[in-house]
């Protein structure tokens, strides 16, 4: 029943992890890991009632409220100590949405040491840049295509000393490495999106050179990393 997305995300939590998953909506990542025995102890977070109450029913339906317990809280909020969290999932929302979770949650210390699995549907390299900033190591990431849509997964935790060039967070640093057939294909569209939009700063009045100068740069980036 989970998206091909979903999924994916899935196979990076680990094996009796507790969880929390935060923006569940209905709960459906930790039903799924809960019901293949992968998890017993899961928090499915969320901001919103009315997936709250989704996520509810559905943890009813399967007969799993011992396992799964389902909060209304904004972001990290949903986790207490006593739940002994070491693995925190935030899946299908934006990136910089993403990036004001974990810093509220870097401030009241909810974040340390968990394992962080993200999957930004947009701004990406942002999500990479703040744990860069913030002391968190990328372990493993993955690129996935589901309906046309590419979808990244970071996969970090907490270790100090952890640096990486600019192009490492633009890219992801392992997903440079695997350089898969779907990381190819993101790219190469990227590039091609970024040439009609140089075309049309060339045309346009106005237009700061920096600007200019910024996607040329990040376009021989794409060109070197495709190569
Ligand atoms: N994680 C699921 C997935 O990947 O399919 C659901 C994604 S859904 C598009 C995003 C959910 O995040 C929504 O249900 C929304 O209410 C919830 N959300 C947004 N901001 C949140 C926050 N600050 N704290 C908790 N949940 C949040």
Redesign the pocket.
Known sequence: IL?Q??AA?AEFVPRKARLA??????A??PIFLVRAGKVDYAIA????Q???KAASAQVKRYDLEEKITARL??????IYPKDQIDTI?????GGI?IE??LT?GQKDGSLKGQRLIL?P?NHESDVRHWLAANHYKIYDEQIIEDYGKFYEIIVACYQENSHYTSKELYFGPVLMQKKTASFQKKWQKKLEIKQKVLRNLKNAHRVPKDKITAEKRQMAWIEEVLS
Do not use: F, K
């Open positions: 998206s997305r979903l995300v998953d935060i923006g569940s909506d209905h459906y990542l977070g969320e901001v919103a009315g997936p709250l809280a904004d972001g990290l909020t949903a999932v935030i899946a299908g929302m949405l004001s979770i509220n999957q549907n």
